[in-house]
């Protein structure tokens, strides 16, 4: 199995891949936590660290992946993710609802048998990806934003088990994945999960010629969803996008017109927040869910 280890700070059609895979082929990206490991201990904080592009939200890769041509859609099957046995939980003073009166400060988190312990209180961790995705055809992404490539989604869902499916916009999509989380809470309200490096497992394969305009994501079992991932700088923005998409595919795989699906999706989807930690610059992240049709063709593919 390949290790991907080198390191990038952006999603841009200008990276140069650090190796070619095969569809179907199986991968392990080495990441580095959204500090690039350097919040050492607690002594360091957000205040003494130049939070800039070289530093923030590292992501392993980019892969090229042969035959993806713009069009298609990526598949990235997440087989596992394994993370370190300590993690970082930080604040800064511009970042999230509290974030007035709020100072820097670092917290260590170690991670024993599966549990997080944080100020004597233990729970079981559930690892997740931050930062995936695939290069844009415009202008460069810096890691720590999203779009409708991917990025910085920080959606707790994209976790061991999930199936992601991602837009491809340049020859061999350029995946990049990090900024892992040992656990995060819905909206990651200070700006930070437990930060933590980890070894992440995934296939990767193609979906030929199928429109895809943002990221979507596939669970699985008795409660199975499909989900839209989309982002925009106000909330109303991001509804109006996952909206709009949840839509037009559900009307390609059910044949209904717009009304009806309209109305499906209100008494079915379920709108969620990813990451919501303004009023730092970065856009707000958001996902729209909605049951598995089994009457129906898959959503995607």
């Known amino acids: 199995m390949k ?143 999203v779009g409708a490539h991917g990025g910085n989604l920080d959606n707790k869902l994209i976790t061991k088990g999930t199936r992601l499916y991602f837009p491809v916009r340049v020859p061999g999509a350029l995946l990049q994945m990090g900024d892992v989380h040992a656990a995060m809470g819905d909206a990651e309200l200070c700006g930070t999960g437990i930060e933590i490096a980890s070894e992440i497992t995934v296939k990767v394969s193609l979906i030929k010629g199928f429109e895809l305009n943002w990221p979507v994501h596939e669970t699985f079992g008795p409660h199975g969803q499909w989900y839209v991932n989309a982002s925009a700088q106000e909330f109303n923005e991001a509804l109006v996008n996952a909206s709009k998409e949840m839509q037009r595919l559900l009307m390609r795989v059910t044949g209904w017109d717009a009304v009806d699906t309209y109305m499906y999706m209100s008494v079915r989807s379920d709108v969620e927040l990813n990451q919501a930690c303004k009023p730092c610059e970065v856009q707000l992240s958001l996902r729209m869910g909605t049951p598995k049709l089994p009457q129906f063709p898959p959503l995607v593919g």
């Open 3 to 145: 290790v991907i280890d080198s390191q990038v700070y952006a999603f841009s059609k200008d990276n140069a891949p650090c190796y070619t895979a095969q569809p179907g082929e199986v991968l392990k990206f080495k990441t580095l936590d959204c500090f690039s490991n350097r919040l050492v201990d607690e002594t360091v904080t957000m205040a003494s660290l130049d939070y800039g592009y070289d530093v923030a939200n590292p992501a392993a890769g980019p892969v090229y992946v042969e035959g993806a041509e713009p069009g298609d859609v990526l598949v990235v099957d997440i087989y596992d993710i394994e993370v370190a046995d300590e993690g970082t939980i930080a604040t800064d003073d511009h970042c999230g609802p509290l974030f007035e009166g709020t100072d820097y400060r670092t917290k260590k988190v170690p991670i024993v048998d599966g549990m997080a312990e944080v100020n004597g209180v233990k729970f079981p961790i559930d690892p997740m990806i931050g930062v995936i995705g695939t290069a844009p055809d415009g202008d460069d992404v810096i890691d720590g934003y």
